[in-house]
């Protein structure tokens, strides 16, 4: 099977040079070309592409405002932007957006295709997920909790707002004239090995829940749950209690079950919880609030965090995103310099800054983030540091520290943020080390290759020279050239013998003072060890093939 693409960029040699690219390839097939937004819009709708590649400046509709538009479709391609480095305000949009993926201009054909086999991968795996999916709804149609499943995960994500939408044997399976609705974020902390309370598995979340219905919420109280990652999920709780009552049962409810939890299996859970809605189709924004203050959740410490607008409205200091600003690109500048101790403490700041912003900011802190693990890749690339070390490690943590964004909190992405920083500053450090050691050696040859007259020449006199100890210079020495300093030094000396024997009429003792030896004895003795024959011989073998100036004795 082929994956359709849409290709959209107002540059005509560009669309050209990546339809024919692409076309070339196994896995994909070009389906249309458009050359403004609005077009490309339209050929969406109708290609319905796997696919969507986009400049981001483009006539009549940009390609944010054409990802906005088909956001609000039913369809869902993949998406990558084609940015210059100049756009990079557009590209921090197009991050807040969810787009993963984006090439800046000017790219080469293995960086798209690096990006398209992952994109493929993906499509694969929802491909294979979605067969799935059909396969479970097919042996699960009756069932009721399943369809309640879908329903609420529809109404958190706001797909659906009307009861219209909903057919009848949907309506029975969702309480649609409760008289309020809240919605919680529930993390339980277990170990991975304990594959029974691993929320990604259906059973696994029934067999949660189960629990949970022991707990009372108060009267006419219904529990509805969609599983977020393999810790979490989302409860929807409707109500027929007044606001008071139904507050007060929530907050009873929650902490009696995060004990019993605790004290019969071990585990420990924490909830944050957003406003109470008369209405279920403003479910999604009590999820959206509960999200919200999940993500900007600096310590743990407590059960229960519960939304509160008012508070929220005075939480903010002031010029914090000032603050915010010159803290990252100080943090950007130490891992630029590999200044690990440095850049870790401009993290920690950093972190708590965020901390003090009000919930409803939630998705600026993954924007800023995702904004500052961009400067520094951009950085790496930029200087080819990436290109023998490193790449493989610091992309795969910058993915999990993405994928941790979207439901993880300040905490919980702290471990990764360090392990990312602490990994780009270690190959930047090998980087600056290994260009300043080039530059040591090169000195190194310098002093050797101008001193070899001197008999006192070795390896603490050009260490003195170079400021440097004479152990250091020993150990690079060997790690740059694979040749120790002394055998180094013994062969540039010989090798000055050998030209002088073979092109000068100069005398051997003379020869062996301007290589270093004052001992013709000595000289003769190292030039045979070195040579295979005495400097005589070999003055002899030269001037026999026409090479030599005259003969000497030694």
């Known amino acids: 099977m082929k994956y359709k693409i849409l290709i959209a960029d107002d540059e005509a040699n560009i669309a050209e040079f990546l339809m024919k690219y692409l076309n070339s390839l196994e896995r994909v097939e070009v389906v249309g070309t458009a050359f403004d937004g609005q077009d490309a819009y339209n050929k969406v709708l109708e290609l319905k592409p796997d696919i969507i590649i986009t400049d981001i400046c483009m006539p009549k509709m940009s390609g944010l405002e054409l990802l906005r538009r088909i956001h609000k479709t039913m369809l869902s391609p993949k998406e990558i932007i084609i940015s210059g480095y100049d756009e990079f305000d557009y590209v921090k949009e197009a991050i807040s957006l969810g787009v993963k993926d984006y090439l800046l201009k000017p790219f080469s054909p293995d960086e798209l295709e690096e990006v398209l086999n992952k994109i493929i991968k993906d499509l694969e795996k929802e491909k294979q997920l979605q067969k799935n999916m059909e396969l479970l709804a097919k042996e699960a149609q009756d069932s009721r909790d399943l369809i309640s499943r879908y329903i609420v995960r529809d109404i958190l994500q706001g797909r659906k707002k009307d009861i219209s939408e909903f057919d009848e044997r949907q309506r029975s399976a ?66 027929g209690l007044e606001r008071s009552d139904f507050r007060y049962q929530l907050r009873t409810g929650l902490n009696h079950m995060a004990n019993s939890l605790n004290k019969y299996y071990g585990l420990t859970m924490w909830c944050s919880v957003g406003s109470l809605y008369e209405e279920w189709n403003r479910i999604a924004e009590s999820y959206e609030e509960a999200l919200s203050i999940w993500k900007t959740m600096k310590t743990l410490d407590k059960t229960l965090y519960f939304y509160d607008s008012r508070e929220e409205a005075s939480t903010e200091k002031e010029n914090i995103t000032d603050e915010i600003h010159n803290l990252k690109n100080r943090l950007i500048m130490e891992v630029q310099i590999g200044n690990e101790e440095e850049a870790l403490r401009q993290e920690e700041i950093l972190l708590k800054n965020y901390a003090m912003l009000p919930s409803k900011k939630s998705d600026f802190i993954a924007v800023s983030l995702g904004e500052m693990m961009y400067a520094i890749s951009n950085f790496m690339e930029r200087k080819e540091y990436l290109k023998n070390t490193g790449e493989g490690r610091i992309s795969k943590i910058r993915g999990e520290v993405i994928e941790k964004m979207q439901y993880g909190n300040l905490m919980e992405i702290k471990p990764l943020l360090d392990e990312y920083i602490k990994e780009c500053c270690r190959v930047v450090s090998m980087n600056l080390k290994s260009t300043r050691s080039d530059k040591v050696i090169e000195q190194l040859k310098f002093i050797i290759d101008n001193n070899l007259d001197n008999e006192n020449l070795n390896l603490d006199m050009v260490a003195d020279q170079v400021d440097l100890r004479p152990n250091y210079v020993r150990q690079i020495f060997k790690q740059k050239t694979g040749e120790g300093f002394v055998e180094y030094l013994v062969r540039c000396r010989m090798s000055k013998a050998m030209k002088l024997l073979g092109s000068s009429d100069m005398k051997i003792q003379d020869i062996a003072e301007s290589c270093g030896y004052s001992s013709q004895h000595y000289f003769t003795t190292s030039f045979k060890k070195f040579c295979g024959c005495t400097p005589t011989e070999y003055k002899r073998m030269m001037d026999a093939k026409g090479e030599g100036k005259g003969e000497h004795e030694e």
């Not at 649609?176 to 919680?184: G, I």
């Open 174 to 239: 969702f309480d649609f004239e409760a008289k309020l609705y809240c919605v919680c974020i529930i993390r339980v902390q277990f170990h991975l090995q304990d594959n029974r309370w691993d929320f990604n598995f259906r059973n696994s979340l029934d067999d949660f829940m189960m629990l949970v219905d022991q707990t009372v919420f108060g009267e006419g109280a219904k529990l509805y749950a969609v599983a977020l990652s393999h810790d979490r999920f989302a409860m929807v709780i409707s109500s």
